[in-house]
């Protein structure tokens, strides 16, 4: 099958939050009432139980005042730190793009949430698991668009191949430089292509996106060098590595420490 | 509407004014996108606050709360200064050229019309405001538009002082932004182009609102903009079914189809019918209506001989209000009012002056209330500050089903009835509205039956033989439907349309506007969805029915000049092709009328003059044009001219009309609306997705006025006005601005009125601070503009 993709056209969005509600439908998520943030933003970031969400950044710009809304969702990278970092074969690319997890396999050690340049995964605490927009695989796998896609009314959210997402961000681009001459593509170029092409109004960090994202160098080398010896063979060694222990202190792990677990240390060596 | 949704995406220029349109009608950003990709089409909002519907506009122009008409006023003098209007348009389909009696006056330094009542504070003598007539009775026109007493040169005059500075100042809109939006939408007086107007309640909750509304039509009339595709005024209206609701009378001075409510005034139906308008109007047909509705409810007994039991029919007072504050105003004084039913409504969180009314409810003897969940209007009794100890009313609800629970026609903005179908059984013992109705009515019926007495017989001869809706809900409600189509009586079939009915008796019908709408030859329309769309306007003719007759744009003979050829090859719509009017739509005219006929290029057939009313002959009860006054409570003073207030708006009863001064209240305050909550909340607040999204009632408050008050992002706040005080959390933002107002900085601030106290998320009435006062001709009240300060909460 083709890779698929999502594209974003944020100056499309007019924040209903429409695809925030329809994923929730979907995937039965519960409400989570908090309190309120002190601006239209429901949540301050995604949670297990909140795949996706609107961003709200108002801009005040020599030009004017602006007010823009970012759809955040898994990017369903094509080059993807989350599913290089997990040591359990828990995240696999299927041919259409997914960067699936597979429930069974996830042992929440949260290793993915730290090598995810966009901070999507989050771990539910109570099962151990890690969650995560899914690109709605069981929709899409059946002749349906995600179901974000399917509720947004202005047609910001538009799914289907990778490569007519790839060229209609090239028309929706034209179309935007007209009210914001800044505005750019994001995500086609990025990380081996991202499953989530963005139509920008302007710079990525204005909207909480990494200028440049990249992956360490030396993410997965050392699982690569396990690898060979099968999932069986890497859960022992695994486990005579001290990963419990990893999993015990996830809370605590920084970025820094984790790219030291990388190269095979220990946070207490 | 005058035209619909799906017409969004033929305009050239929307103009979004007193609406927030991407929030509250998202569905009309996918069609104003479409216009956008296609046509190039710019998208103007004109609001107090940045919105996310201006943050989506390609021009965003901020004005105070209550300075429409200084806007729209600045937007006609331009239209008239810079001869931007069609003119072709005007001196044919408008009265333009109709001149005006001798004796017609306004009086700047008074700021009224001629013939005002100050004792009444009414016009009671508007024997001027019509057109001058020949000794044939013919309207007196002048065609070059040069007569000092013509229309459009009235009209020169009056707006003459609306120049941009002036407008500019008196809304604290910025000049530049003013010029721009005035030039933009303008240029679509244009023939071949079109522009729209969006608007909402920001347009409406004023003591001026009519005469915004009015403001609407002029400008489109000026500009062609009428009539054809991606033009008109289009009301994007507040709920699904609030179209419905007014079709079907759900208002206190109407019968169904926009039949005027009898009155004491009219004793029998010789007197009923001598207020109809004169032919060539198409309402001379009413008696024909009137007649088949009263047979539609009272049936075999409703007899010509017996003017069809028009007396069964109660009579309002000649001359009272019965509107919303009215009655709440009554039972706050402890008259009349003995019990309320409340459906669809939540008047403690929805309703002007809060507490005052949530105070007047202690009054009732009972109060029944149907609605999905226990909200704030059935449980007043316990809202916080009330002693239900001392409170006597006996309070019953009724749980009924949500929209995805039952069955039935909505009739949405762009007035089209969509049968929706039940999607899944409603939880426990939740019931239909319509099924409610039914074992009330039969109740009442049976209770009735063995009186002998004539006061009683309305309700004894009410038809009420329709199959139990226990039984099927789905056979109940086509019953109903057949009946408001309308039956031919002598041979039993459904009538074709509202054309077929007749006033001897041999025809009923329970909505003239909706008949055709199920017929014989095509089933129930509501419920067909043929996608077809002939000449790619988005008329989609075979999907629901949209009122009068399947016709997707009204007035759409104005799409063709007076000739019958359309005004231009790009906007083609509907023509005369020689033998009859073609298109894409039902003409809104007769079939075969040609051009050359008499009335043949005289498009407004619901009209005597069957022209647009550029002046308002006879007037509305504030003047034939509109004119600026300020809100009640208001920061400025009337630059315009030297009265304030509307003088003949609904004051509301002594006692509820608690007004604050801008000394003690010096920032103007509105009320709106989010997407994510809807009305008064009791269905979104109870929705754990949709309460997640805004959990909390909360102000919108510029930076400056945080500034100088002290208060943070997040803080909670009190914000208080002459009625009450509410406390929610600041939004601090610089999407809610500082106005200079007549050489004044002015604070402006709003809040959702979203909240209550049920609910899994909770907040104060934002109601407690809205003034009892509305508009001259509706009584709506004016929620968007009253004065308020605020505080920081110390403890």
């Not at chain 1, 080059?79 to 069974?104: F, M, Q, S, W, Y």
Request: hydrophobic share 35%; glycine share 10%; proline share 6%.
């Amino acid at each position: 099958m083709t890779r698929m993709a999502r594209l974003i056209d944020i100056t499309r969005c007019t924040a209903c939050r429409g695809c925030q509600v329809s994923c929730k439908r979907w995937n039965q998520l519960p409400g989570e009432i908090g309190p309120a943030t002190g601006s239209y933003q429901s949540h301050a970031d995604l949670s297990p139980g909140r795949w996706t969400m609107i961003e709200f950044y108002e801009e005040k710009k020599n030009t004017g005042f602006e007010w823009h809304f970012r759809k955040k969702t898994c990017m369903h990278c094509g080059d993807a730190g989350c599913l290089k970092a997990c040591p359990n074969g828990a995240l696999v690319r299927e041919e259409n793009g997914t960067i699936r997890h597979i429930e069974e396999k996830c042992i929440g050690c949260g290793y993915c949430t730290v090598h995810c340049p966009f901070g999507i995964p989050k771990i539910d605490e109570a099962a151990k698991k890690m969650r995560k927009c899914t690109f709605c695989y069981d929709r899409i796998t059946n002749g349906r668009e995600p179901a974000c896609a399917k509720t947004c009314v202005p047609r910001a959210i538009v799914y289907g191949t990778w490569d007519d997402m790839a060229s209609l961000a090239d028309e929706r681009l034209a179309q935007a430089k007209k009210l914001y001459p800044n505005a750019r593509i994001y995500g086609r170029d990025e990380l081996g292509g991202l499953g989530v092409i963005y139509v920008l109004p302007d710079k990525p960090s204005n909207y909480g996106l990494p200028e440049d994202p990249r992956l360490p160098a030396s993410l997965g080398i050392w699982k690569q060098a396990v690898h060979p010896f099968g999932n069986a063979i890497l859960g022992a060694s695994l486990a005579a590595t001290g990963l419990a222990f990893i999993i015990s202190r996830r809370n605590a792990m920084k970025l820094e420490e984790s790219a030291k677990l990388e190269e095979g240390g220990y946070k207490d060596e | 509407m005058t035209n619909h949704w799906v017409d969004f995406k033929n305009t050239d220029v929307a103009l979004i004014c007193g609406s927030n349109a991407a929030e509250n009608h998202p569905v009309s950003f996918s069609w104003l996108q479409q216009a956008r990709d296609k046509r190039g089409a710019k998208i103007i909002h004109v609001d107090p606050r940045f919105t996310r519907t201006s943050a989506r506009s390609d021009l965003y122009c901020p004005i105070r709360s209550g300075t429409n008409i200084a806007f729209y006023g600045g937007m006609i003098n331009y239209i008239l200064e810079k001869e931007r209007y069609h003119r072709e348009f005007i001196a044919h389909y408008s009265n333009a050229a109709s001149l005006i009696k001798e004796g017609f006056t306004f009086d700047p330094e008074t700021g009224l019309y001629n013939g005002f009542d100050e004792g009444k504070r009414a016009y009671t003598d508007r024997g001027s405001w019509q057109y001058e007539r020949d000794a044939e009775g013919n309207v007196r026109k002048d065609l070059t538009l040069k007569h000092p007493r013509c229309v459009l040169q009235l009209m020169k005059h009056h707006y003459s002082r609306y120049n941009l500075e002036t407008v500019a100042q008196t809304c604290g809109a910025p000049m530049d932004k003013l010029e721009e939006v005035y030039e933009l939408f303008t240029s679509t007086g244009r023939p071949g182009k079109a522009g729209s107007i969006l608007y909402a309640m920001g347009q409406t909750q004023f003591t001026s609102g009519s005469q915004n509304v009015r403001c609407m039509a002029i400008i489109q009339t000026l500009l062609g903009n009428i009539g054809l595709p991606g033009g008109g005024v289009n009301a994007l209206r507040g709920h699904s079914n609030v179209q419905g609701s007014t079709d079907m009378a759900c208002l206190f001075h109407l019968l169904p189809g926009y039949m005027p409510c009898p009155t004491t005034g009219q004793p029998d139906l010789t007197a009923y019918n001598a207020t109809t308008p004169a032919a060539p109007s198409y309402w001379s047909n009413r008696p024909k209506w009137i007649a088949s509705l009263l047979k539609a409810w009272y049936g075999d007994e409703a007899r010509k001989d017996n003017d069809f039991r028009y007396d069964f029919l109660p009579k309002a007072q000649a001359g009272k209000n019965y509107s919303h504050m009215q009655l709440f105003e009554q039972l706050h004084a402890g008259q009349d009012l003995k019990g309320l039913f409340v459906w669809g409504q939540n008047p403690v969180v929805a309703g002007p002056n809060s507490r005052l009314e949530s105070k007047a409810m202690e009054n009732l003897e009972w109060l029944i209330c149907l609605d999905p969940f226990e909200n704030e209007t059935s449980t007043f009794w316990k809202r916080p500050g009330a002693d239900p100890g001392k409170i006597d009313t006996e309070v019953f609800l009724l749980p009924v089903t949500t929209f995805l629970e039952k069955e039935g026609t909505v009739t949405h903005s762009g007035r089209l009835l969509q049968y929706r179908w039940k999607a899944v059984d409603g939880p426990g013992d939740v019931r239909q509205e319509s099924f409610i109705i039914d074992r009330l009515v039969k109740r009442i019926k049976a209770l009735y039956a063995s009186s002998n007495q004539e006061k009683d017989l309305p309700i004894k001869t009410l038809t009420w033989n329709y199959p139990d809706p226990a039984a099927s809900q789905t056979a109940f409600i086509d019953a109903v439907m057949r009946e408001i189509n309308g039956r031919n009586l002598t041979t039993g079939k459904l009538v074709p349309g509202f054309g077929a009915l007749q006033d001897d008796g041999t025809t009923d019908c329970g909505n003239w506007i909706y008949s055709g709408m199920y017929t014989e030859e095509h089933g129930n329309r509501t419920q067909s969805r043929v996608l077809d769309d002939p000449g790619d306007w988005g008329a989609h003719p075979g999907w629901g029915f949209a009122w009068p007759a399947n016709r997707r744009i009204i007035y759409n003979r104005c799409s063709a000049d007076p000739d019958g050829k359309p005004w231009s090859e790009e906007r083609k719509y509907i023509w005369w092709d020689g033998n009859r009017w073609a298109g894409y739509d039902v003409p809104d005219f007769a079939p075969t009328m040609a051009p050359d006929a008499p009335l043949g290029k005289k498009p407004f057939i619901m009209l005597t003059e069957r022209e647009s009313r550029l002046f308002a002959i006879g007037g509305l009860n504030d003047g034939p044009l509109p004119e600026h006054y300020e809100p009640v409570e208001s920061p400025t003073h009337n630059v315009f001219n030297k009265r304030q207030n509307n003088p003949a708006h609904y004051a509301g009863a002594a006692g509820s009309k608690v007004v604050g001064e801008v000394g003690r209240y010096p920032i103007i305050c509105s009320t709106w609306r989010v997407c994510e909550h809807w009305h008064s909340g009791s269905l979104s607040r109870n929705m754990p997705w949709l309460a997640e999204l805004m959990p909390e009632a909360f102000v919108e408050m510029g930076e400056e006025l945080a500034k100088e008050r002290g208060i943070k992002n997040g803080e909670i706040i009190e914000v208080f006005s002459a009625r009450g005080q509410v406390r929610a959390m600041a939004m601090v933002t610089p999407r809610a601005r500082l106005f200079q107002i007549n050489g004044k900085p002015v604070h402006q601030i709003g809040m959702t009125w979203h909240f209550g106290y049920q609910g899994l998320v909770t907040g104060d009435i934002a109601n407690n601070l809205t003034p009892h006062v509305g508009d001259a001709n509706t009584s709506i009240p004016e929620y968007k503009a009253f004065l308020v300060d605020v505080r920081k909460v110390t403890s």
